[in-house]
């Protein structure tokens, strides 16, 4: 029987704690915080995030009421054959985390609509090379 240590991460578990990690970050919750509304370590949380720990259904209907969200965001986008999305693993950049930060800092839904439309020119926007 394989140990804890030598079983590889659930692609399921992973998708899970990706997205625990993507509602944490847009939140502005460090892992201490919402480990202290779960009633766990920080590292639980570290684990949980990473899915090298499974959560418990009981533990996971307990971070969507601390998230805010029901406890299918946890699912979206997972199918059986899921792997970390690219834009989750983008969300372990600290840059971005900030960015996510700020954006969701901005109580005004105007200019929260008015950062988004700015990004999505900017993203659009050609890019030119001085010589």
């Known amino acids: 029987m394989a140990t804890q240590k030598d079983r590889t991460a659930n692609a399921i578990d992973v998708h899970v704690g990706s997205r625990l990690r993507l509602r944490r970050i847009e ?3 460090s892992q201490g915080a919402l ?3 779960l009633g766990v370590s920080f590292q639980a949380v570290q684990k949980y995030e990473t899915g090298d720990i499974r959560i418990s259904a009981s ?3 307990a971070a969507a009421q601390a998230l805010k969200v029901p406890p299918s965001f946890f699912f979206d986008g997972a199918d059986e054959g899921a792997q970390p999305s690219e834009l989750a ?3 372990d950049r600290r840059d971005v985390a900030a960015l996510l930060r700020g954006y969701y800092g901005i109580r005004n839904p105007r200019l ?3 950062v988004r439309r700015l990004i999505t020119t900017l993203a659009d926007a050609p890019c030119k090379e001085s010589a």
């Open 89 to 91: 693993e983008q969300f």
């Open 35 to 37: 480990a202290n509304q």
């Open 112 to 114: 929260q609509a008015d």
């Open 27 to 29: 939140l502005g919750l």
């Open 59 to 61: 533990r996971l209907y």
